[in-house]
Nanobody, 119 residues
Framework: QVQLVESGGGLVQPGGSLRLSCRAS???????????RAWYRQAPGKERELVAE???????DYIESVKGRFTVSRDNTRRTIYLQMNNLEPEDTAVYYC??????????WGRGTQVTVSP
């Protein structure tokens, strides 16, 4: 019943911006709030990597390559997390996945959304 519905991917030029959304359809608020929430990406020929992870304090940790350019946020009412991506680079090209894990039996993944950064 629970599905993570992603949107916002697309093709942009270097220096452009995109905002990804991940809505936890069918997830109650307590599970959404109690889950680990993160964004991953997988580029061609590379393993899936953690890009940003929300912390228990309400902030987020980012990999060095995206610091200052990417920002995660959340809307509890909408059961949605976001990834704002600014000043995109070709190296950011990847399929982006959202992940929410409440426990070992409630570990949800989005189906992925393609982000392509190209002139």
């Amino acid at each position: 019943q629970v599905q993570l519905v992603e949107s916002g991917g697309g093709l942009v030029q270097p220096g452009g911006s995109l905002r990804l959304s991940c809505r936890a359809s069918g997830m109650i608020l307590s599970v959404f709030s109690g889950s680990s929430r993160a964004w991953y990406r997988q580029a061609p020929g590379k393993e899936r990597e953690l890009v940003a992870e929300m912390t228990s304090a309400g902030g987020a940790d980012y990999i060095e390559s995206v610091k200052g350019r990417f920002t995660v946020s959340r809307d509890n009412t909408r059961r949605t997390i976001y990834l704002q991506m600014n000043n995109l680079e070709p190296e950011d090209t990847a399929v982006y996945y959202c992940n929410m894990r409440y426990d070992a039996y409630r570990d949800y993944w989005g189906r992925g959304t393609q982000v392509t950064v190209s002139p």
